[in-house]
């Protein structure tokens, strides 16, 4: 096989008619946004059209999606937007221990400046402990902020039944980081009770460089550009105008698929198929129907999982350790360690993430290939 890519976590390849859509803004409707031409026009009604195709995707008002970056900085805004906005109010802010590093980093830095942060523990499925979370819960708490879907284990989150419990206080959001979900589950933050919700382009068959950020109507968040009026000046700037356009497209295309069976049908041979056929192979966090679709993360005994990613990419076969964003790092997975694995396991996990895209084929391929190499490296290590 030419090419098969396990990584859709850390990033997707774009759909071709993103590519092409893209390719067209750029070209020919090249304007600035803000400008009173018909260019500038152009580019204003390209952008509105994938304000509303993102807007439809999660059953919100257009006027309530405000373009980002990316996902990090949409977490950032939401998290700091709403500490700076609320701080009055009170002192203390929730997140879990298991969370993206744009969020976690963000709330260890406001730890730094004196906020009373709580960090929620997770259970051996990387799920959120709720009775902890009550107990947290106070008049003085301003902002709760647990992701919809972990990125490593694949664990969903119950946010209805956090929404629920922040509810029932005032001067209080609750903020989701949405990449690892959007378009993957049916997540509706309007109906969740959810004030913020982050999502990105390129975890969607989008282009790179662009995200989003839900903000409720009425949801107070201080703006940390300062600059002109661009997104209401919520997020002031030029527009990334071809960024946009293609993640509107992007999610138009996936709105066409109804792909998550699918994918949980191909998880469920990936994971079946190792855990029968490779001796000593765990999986960690949920179960394939407990998770979201599209990711797994497996352990394999006594083997570095940095060696057999590489060992696999020379079969071009493409997947990770873990989250791309840390991988790189030499530090066990946090997220790992928070579900309780242990020793070994930690450093020979391995995350496979599918997509759309993703075949049977494939699937049966690198099941094929991996049971030669786990193989090779065993004989390899008891020599």
């Known amino acids: 096989m030419e090419e098969i890519y396990l990584d859709n976590a850390a990033t997707t390849k774009p759909y071709p008619e993103v590519i092409t859509k893209m390719n067209h803004t750029l070209t020919k409707a090249y304007g600035n946004p803000s400008s009173l031409h018909g260019k500038g026009l152009e580019a204003e009604k390209l952008i509105k059209t994938a304000r509303k195709e993102i807007a439809n995707k999660l059953k919100i008002k257009t006027d309530e999606i405000y373009f980002t970056s990316g996902g990090t900085e949409a977490n950032n805004l939401a998290i700091k937007g709403t500490v700076n906005a609320l701080h009055r109010y009170g002192n203390r802010i929730i997140t879990s221990s298991i969370e993206h590093p744009s969020v976690l980093n963000v709330f260890k830095r406001l730890e730094e400046q004196g906020y009373d942060v709580k960090y929620l523990d997770v259970d051996q499925n990387g799920v959120v402990d709720l009775e902890q979370l009550e107990e947290y819960l106070t008049a003085e708490t301003i902002l709760v902020s647990i992701m919809g879907v972990n990125n490593e284990l694949g664990s969903i989150q119950p946010l209805a039944k956090i929404g629920k419990l922040v509810a029932s206080f005032d001067n209080l959001y609750f903020h989701v980081d949405g990449v690892q979900a959007f378009t993957k589950l049916d997540l509706f933050p309007a109906k969740l009770g959810v004030d913020l919700y982050s999502i990105s382009a390129h975890k969607v068959h989008g282009p790179k460089g662009v995200g989003a950020l839900y903000i409720k109507d009425g949801t107070r968040v201080d703006n940390l550009i300062s ?55 765990f999986l960690n966090g949920p179960t394939i129907e407990q998770g979201v679709p599209h990711i797994a993360n497996i352990s394999f005994a006594g083997i570095k999982g940095e060696i057999l990613v590489h060992s696999l990419e020379r079969d071009n076969i493409y997947l990770s350790t873990g989250a791309a964003c840390s991988s790189r790092l030499d530090t066990p997975s946090y997220v790992l360690e928070g579900i309780g694995v242990e020793g070994d396991l930690i450093e020979g996990a391995i995350r496979f993430s ?17 049971k030669k190499h786990v193989t090779v490296l065993k004989q390899i290590i008891q020599r």
């Open 354 to 370: 599918l997509s759309s895209q993703t075949t049977k084929q494939e699937i049966n391929h690198t099941v094929n290939k991996l």
């Open 227 to 281: 600059g002109s009026k661009q997104e209401s000046g919520v997020r002031p700037g030029t527009e990334n105008v071809p960024g946009i356009v293609g993640f509107g497209e992007a999610v138009k295309e996936i709105e066409q698929e109804d792909f998550t069976t699918k994918m949980y049908r191909l998880k469920k041979l990936l994971v079946t198929r190792i855990l029968n056929e490779i001796e000593d192979s």
